[in-house]
């Protein structure tokens, strides 16, 4: 009888457990109060719970971007000659300048071949908060394909204007939506590390498109 009495108590515990598990992840995903009972029912109530609730924050986000956006469009542009920049994608950039997530590295007194080459490129700009875990002390960037994060090469963004800087530095951080962008740019030197020298795209100028909410 006692362990059957425990067997009865461990199947309730368990059960308990799972719906705490889920009611537990809903909050972590921000939920809010009035869902969580729902949240414990099921997995499959859990999983459209927080569907809706990352739906409804990534059009919050969207919308905070979009008005970034329209104020940052009153500000100057830096300007190119457009008619100077071949247009590419941002995978076929990589493969034809060899560049990688983390552009590519030569030796220092090594002439790059695609050193100097202007391309025009629709991508994601992204921006990377200095990070101690890693050893980035400073903010990075870089470009990366539209629906493919993985093709991306590294991005210098001192050739803009203080507008243009800004606005990425604000705006841009790779967890949120937006920065989609039309992106003129020069591969060149990124920085010297040693007797190695960092490729990369130094971006020239950035038209900015709205989030899609």
Not at 19 to 25: F, P, S
Not at 81 to 106: C, F, H, R
Request: net charge neutral; proline share 4%; with cysteine.
């Amino acid at each position: 009888m006692v362990v059957l009495a425990g067997f009865v108590g461990y199947v309730l515990l368990v059960h308990e457990s799972d719906a705490d598990r889920r009611e537990n992840e809903c909050k972590r995903h921000g939920v809010d109060a009035t869902a969580l009972a729902e949240c414990r029912q099921s997995d499959a109530a859990k999983a459209r719970v927080i569907e809706a609730e990352w739906t409804k924050a990534l059009a919050f986000l969207a919308g905070r971007y979009n008005a970034a956006l329209a104020t940052f469009a009153q500000a100057p542009k830096s300007s190119v000659d457009e008619a100077g920049y071949t247009p590419t994608s941002v995978s076929d950039l990589s493969k034809e300048a060899g560049l990688s997530l983390v552009g590519a590295y030569v030796k220092a007194d090594a002439v790059h071949p695609a050193l100097g080459r202007k391309y025009k490129l629709r991508g994601i700009v992204h921006a990377y908060a200095p990070d101690k875990e890693s050893s980035r002390t400073e903010m990075s960037f870089s470009v990366s394909e539209v629906g493919n994060r993985l093709a991306g090469v590294p991005l210098d963004i001192e050739n803009l204007n203080r507008f243009e800087r800004g606005f990425i530095k604000e705006n841009c951080d790779s967890t949120v939506p937006g920065c989609t962008a039309t992106l003129f740019a020069t591969v060149g030197v990124l920085s010297t590390l040693g007797p190695l020298k960092q490729i990369g795209l130094i971006a020239d100028r950035v038209d900015f498109e709205p989030a899609v909410k």
